[in-house]
């Protein structure tokens, strides 16, 4: 059956990539309904764990209720606005505000005011509960949506993913935290997100640090709004690694997993609009990408391998920053591919408002340059309010 994306093509304009009217009409259309990666289900075990996230301005927080239900909340207090809690922990069977002590139980409901008799008569309880986020779990993940009831509903948002998993299990033991850095961008997050599903720049831009992955070796399938990026080039399954890319992590000494050979892994998962997910033999990385400004973005990555050893309770407090104007060297000599995107991601960026800048013919095929119109698809069906409808 022929789609749209077998002939790609640019459907967003230039100014969508560098304008602060663009990104503020993508806050509300897009980032303010869409669900982003929060916890791992282990930070979450016990009652009244919890752990904070933001997702652009919203400060949320998920939490393991007294129920054993999980939920998720506006970290923002009901009475002045503070924000209750930080970080990770366990925050017990109440939720308690530091400024004034306004507590709420683990459902969200205002429990207790200090001084409320002399101080307010009587808070009316049934308005002032935490405003509720929405979350949803899959294969020991947690994500948040900002949106009690968002357009996609988490099960329809993740369906079809099951059929492109990854064998790991957080929670097994085989994998352990190794740390987190925040890769800083001077781009647009759709510059950055484009480039990563691009197929087509793979054998060329990365042929040092990933080699030779033409474009009919590649499959990056559209799973709803996401893409699963893996290679075909080994003999037997698809995998997540490239050839050159698997002697490079074997020759610096990563261990792989056990039963690694028997299983599937998918290289990238691009989960629409912000969260990858690159699982592979060595270990398991979740990277969240954070729009700063309409040409600023971090990207803070989190990494858990055969051999980690970092506290998780650590994880998002002062991870490294890595950016081009940090790093020795030109990029492309580094021998790191997140380097080679990163540079040229910028190199982008800074031709976007040349009268001269115009998107060419793009590359037919999903494992060349379809993938690129399909995400613009994607966030052109949010900003007009089709977010149900997917595929265009
Ligand atoms: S702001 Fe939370 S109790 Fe006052
Ligand atoms: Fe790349």
Request: hydrophobic share 35%; net charge negative; with cysteine.
């Amino acid at each position: 059956m022929s789609t749209p994306f077998d002939h790609p093509r640019q459907i967003l304009p230039p100014e969508a990539y560098f304008d602060a009217e663009w990104l503020d009409r993508e806050v509300d259309g897009l980032f303010d309904r869409s669900w982003v990666w929060a916890a791992t289900e282990q930070d979450l075990k016990q009652p009244g764990d919890f752990r904070t996230c933001r997702v652009m301005n919203h400060s949320l927080f998920v939490l393991r209720d007294g129920a054993g239900e999980l939920q998720a909340f506006h970290n923002v207090c009901r009475h002045r606005g503070c924000e209750i809690v930080e970080g990770s922990g366990n925050l017990g069977s109440t939720i308690r505000c530091p400024y004034h002590r306004w507590t709420y139980e683990t459902n969200g409901a205002l429990h207790g005011v200090p001084n409320e008799a002399e101080c307010f008569g009587a808070v009316p309880r049934e308005n002032l509960s935490l405003h509720r986020a929405a979350v949803g779990a899959h294969r020991g993940m947690v994500y948040v949506n900002p949106d009690p009831e968002p357009p996609e509903p988490f099960d329809e948002w993740i369906a079809g993913l099951d059929d492109h998993a990854w064998p790991h299990d957080l929670a097994d033991g085989s994998l352990s935290y190794a740390g987190d850095v925040r890769y800083e961008m001077h781009c647009n997050w759709k510059v950055f997100y484009e480039n990563a599903i691009d197929g087509y720049h793979l054998g060329y831009l990365h042929n040092k640090t990933l080699g030779s992955v033409y474009p009919d070796r590649n499959v990056w399938h559209p799973v709803g709004r996401h893409t699963v990026w893996y290679s075909t080039e080994r003999e037997g399954d698809p995998q997540s690694s490239t050839v050159l890319s698997a002697e490079l992590a074997d020759g610096a000494g990563a261990t792989r997993l056990p039963g690694h050979e028997e299983s599937f892994y998918p290289g990238v998962v691009m989960l629409f609009p912000l969260t990858i997910l690159s699982p592979s033999p060595w270990g398991f990385h979740v990277s969240v990408l954070e729009p700063k400004t309409p040409d600023l973005t971090t990207m803070w990555t989190q990494s858990w391998t055969t051999y980690g050893s970092a506290s998780r309770a650590e994880a998002g407090k002062a991870p490294t920053l890595i950016s081009l104007a940090n790093q020795e060297g030109h990029p492309m000599e580094s021998g790191n591919f997140q380097l080679e995107d990163m540079w040229i991601c910028e190199m982008i960026q800074r031709n976007l408002r040349s009268p001269k800048f115009k998107v060419g013919p793009m590359a037919a095929g999903f494992g060349a340059e379809s993938p690129i119109m399909h995400f613009q698809q994607s966030v052109l069906d949010y900003l007009n309010g089709d977010a149900g409808k997917v595929g265009g």
